[in-house]
């Protein structure tokens, strides 16, 4: 085996990002410590109200991370003890934590092996009288079914909360993920699509009684500081990462395409791949790829991303344990066969808005040598 990888691809390079924009972005840092308000001040306050236009939403309400979207935006429409939260297999743990954390129960519903996202078709099975809420996790960047998943709320009054961490940006049928339900939840986690310098979330509602139970849950519970009404949290966005996040928010639209270009090189150049199966979504669908993953078919996955390592090409494994086999479930003993499945045979390629098409091509031609190498069982 040869150690010595000739080149080395990252599965994402920030820098390029960063680069281009490098002087806006130390100015509005050193803006926020000259003016010395690091809390809750005029930053936050408008990457709020420039968050709510650039979707179309009544309210977007910043804390700290995605995780505390989703736990604050759940508590805030009175999800919790006893309640059933319909969601997904096939996302990252903070999805179900966050129901775990309200005190409520996540209950988990195959994938459609197309789109590795829940599906809409099994969802209205697994409804009994404790469901309160489906949390549908727009994975990789690509927007869920929401029509029949908002029927299927409407027919049974259950509130729907969108995990939009992957999918800052996505659209369905012209429609921005993150508008459908009563409540979605975003990250600025540093790899999501738009990235902070640590961690951000954001909360956002159109729904006017939720908005305000989900600011005061945010500061310890209190509308008015010091009278405490809710048990609640500290969990805001700081000054610094809300005045970075509005340096870029208005460059989401083209970092988004730029993702999208490298994903139909992608397409293209892997279409007749033997042991890859690439998924292309149709045209209502604005995917946004916060990940380009394909399936490795016919070959041990696991083998090809370590040939693929060997060229120094990383790549990663969005995931590899569904969350109904981690061991915090271990007592359920359920079976998602095509949530198994894609575990077992995703692999996330390296994608950045900046990369090249000659970048994307090196790529390619690793993986090739690399099926081979796995198909032959060298090592
Ligand atoms: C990143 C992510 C989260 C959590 O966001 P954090 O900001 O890291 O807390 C939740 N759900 C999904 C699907 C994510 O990818």
Known sequence: MNNEAPRSIPILDVRPEIEAIWDELMSAIQKVVRDGQFIMGPNVKSFEEEVATYLGVRHAIAVNSGTDALVIGLRALGVGPGDEVITTPLTFFATAEAVHSVGATPVFVDIDPESFNIDVSQVEAAITERTKAIIPVHLYGRPCEMDTLLSIARKYHLNVVEDAAQAFGAMLRGQKVGTFGDVAALSFFPSKNLGGFGDGGMIVTNRDEVADVARALRVHGSRRKYYNELVGYNSRLDEIQAAILRVKLPRLDASND?????????????????????????????????????????????????????????????????LHKLAVYSGRNLHLPHSETAAAQVLSLPIWPQMTRETVETVVTALREALDDAQLGND
């Open 258 to 322: 730029g993702r999208r270009r490298v994903a139909a090189w992608y397409n293209e150049l892997l279409q007749d791949v033997r042991g890859v199966k690439v998924s292309i979504p149709n045209e209502d669908v604005h995917h946004v790829y916060h990940q380009y993953t394909i399936r490795i078919t016919g070959v041990n996955r696991d083998l090809v991303q370590a040939r693929l390592r060997d060229r120094g090409i990383s790549t990663m494994v969005y995931y590899p344990v569904p």
